[in-house]
């Protein structure tokens, strides 16, 4: 691709998707940033985990792509959504990125895990600044399942979400649902905790697992580790979304 900005930061991707409905409001421009440091026991994509795969793109070169979408985005109260992989891996760019989008009146939106370099506080700021709605995953509710579940500590998803607080910045909280892993009434009990207090949390999503990313593992010659997981049914929401208001 020809480079429209030798100045500008370089974002590496993993791919897009033009016409996304479940990541934000509206229809979404979905962009997803290549790499990530975390491993998790289900990751749909574990393509994206290499930080040196993908391809090259700068944030010019992604306006001009959001912008031949801007008539049914607009349309619709939607914009742009950076996921990934992990995105904040890659701050720089994005801060370039939703600063351009800023300045056209295209809302933006984070979805990310929370798994970055604790030395990128300042560029988070930036960053925090233009977006217009976080969409932060927890994986668990205790530390050690945490950690099972993604090789992080939760420590880190606490972190982020006190300064979305502090910063009295939207955001909505995603909870992928894990049949016998992460959907037990201590499970339930502890997601509460965290939840208790929250004001700036807009809404908590329970997503059901699914093995859709399975055959990627396979592909890859990684070993599945919920092989033996069944995906979780609509009941298996209704009983976590029962145990949650119970506490």
Known sequence: M????????????????????????GIRFLLFMQGCVASCLYCQNPDTWN?????????EEVLSKVKRCMPYIKASGGGITVSGGEPLL??????????????????????????????DEKLLQKLISATDLFILDIKAADETL??????????????????????????????????????????????????????????????????LGKHKWEYMKLKYPLRNTSPASAQDLKKAQALLRKG
């Open 146 to 211: 945490h950690k099972k579940i993604t090789s992080r500590p939760l420590d880190e998803v606490i972190d982020l979400l006190k300064i979305l607080e502090s910063e009295k910045r939207p955001y909505w909280l995603r909870y992928v649902l894990v049949p016998k892993l992460n959907d037990s009434k201590k499970d339930m009990q502890g997601l509460k905790k965290i939840l208790t207090g929250l004001k700036y949390c807009e809404k908590l999503e329970f997503l059901p697992y699914h093995t």
């Open 51 to 59: 930080l040196k795969a993908g391809f090259d793109m700068t944030a």
């Open 2 to 25: 020809k480079r429209c900005n030798s100045k500008s930061h370089v974002g590496r991707v993993h791919s897009i998707e033009s016409f996304a409905t479940q990541d934000g409001p």
């Open 90 to 119: 890659q701050m720089k760019f994005l801060v370039e990125l939703f600063r351009l989008c800023k300045m056209n009146n295209i809302h933006t939106a984070l979805d990310t895990s929370a798994f970055y370099n604790k030395h």
